[in-house]
């Protein structure tokens, strides 16, 4: 149960960073002007939004399989 625990920590954690670097590659798009940065940074913004669900999923099921008996 341990491992699993420490899996689900560390793919939260590589969703959080995943989700950090889409906020800074989206924000950086926008800066640019033109129709098609605007479309690319939108893309990333939506993958920050999975990113970030896909986190939190993994917090519960580490938080789930760490105080498991």
């Given at each position: ?7 689900f ?33 939108n ?16 917090i ?10």
């Amino acid at each position: 149960m341990k491992v699993l625990s420490y899996l689900f920590l560390i793919l939260a954690g590589l969703s959080m960073l995943g989700a950090l670097g889409s906020i800074f590659v989206g924000m950086a798009g926008i800066g640019g002007g033109g129709l098609e940065r605007a479309q690319r940074s939108n893309r990333f913004m939506w993958w920050r939004v999975r990113l970030q669900l896909a986190a939190i999923v993994f917090i519960i099921l580490w938080y789930l399989t760490s105080h498991a008996g």
